[in-house]
T-cell receptor, first 112, second 113 residues
């Protein structure tokens, strides 16, 4: 079993839709959770960072962590064609913050 | 502000040839440095990471090696490339604090023929 599971997609939605991207994980020690956005042929860029359980909002993006279910989500409101990219979740544990464990990424396509 | 550079952007190499990819970071001191490989549909695979000059940790056994000759320079090398070395190579840095995140370079797309 992989430490982090993420549906590869692709996920195709119309412009303006609410998008939900998810990751599940198996290591209960994970406490730091990140979402990266990666455009085609580019390096990943940090989108959201959360610590422990709860929600964090930044503009149209909301990151949610449910540690009891070992489940994290990224919601995108009012999705735009420019949101079309691959979204990777990543996480680390306090005893090993030098290393991030990544999901395989979900490819999102937002069509006009 | 901090910036990270990688070169070359793309590379096509024959099997058995050597490899040298370079990564440099500006605007910070003593960063943690990382080399990842990203293959299609397989996510990011951590290859090497370094917490200081001359300190390299290898994550997977392979025909690649890494060196950190200067504080903000990280080099990925191979003496003889294999077909399976093809992929998108990403360098990343972090401050190495307990709650820090990693920031990625633009990547090098390597094709081994």
């Amino acid at each position: 079993q992989k430490e982090v599971e993420q549906d590869p997609g692709p996920l195709s939605v119309p412009e303006g839709a609410i998008v939900s991207l998810n990751c599940t994980y198996s290591n209960s020690a994970f406490q730091y959770f990140m979402w990266y956005r990666q455009y085609s042929r580019k390096g990943p860029e940090l989108l959201m960072y959360t610590y422990s359980s709860g929600n964090k909002e930044d503009g149209r993006f909301t990151a949610q962590v449910d540690k009891s279910s070992k489940y994290i989500s990224l919601f995108i409101r009012d999705s735009q064609p420019s949101d079309s990219a691959t979204y990777l979740c990543a996480m680390s544990a306090p005893y090993n913050t030098d290393k991030l464990i990544f999901g395989t990424g979900t490819r999102l396509q937002v069509f006009p | 502000s901090q910036t990270i550079h990688q070169w070359p952007a793309t590379l096509v190499q024959p099997v058995g040839s050597p490899l040298s990819l370079e990564c440099t970071v500006e605007g910070t001191s003593n960063p943690n440095l990382y080399w990842y490989r990203q293959a299609a549909g397989r996510g990011l695979q951590l290859l090497f990471y370094s917490v200081g000059i001359g300190q390299i940790s290898s994550e997977v056994p392979q025909n690649l090696s890494a060196s950190r000759p200067q504080d903000r320079q990280f080099i990925l090398s191979s003496k003889k490339l294999l077909l399976s070395d093809s992929g998108f190579y990403l360098c990343a840095w972090s401050l190495g604090t307990a709650t820090d995140t990693q920031y990625f370079g633009p990547g090098t797309r390597l094709t081994v023929l």
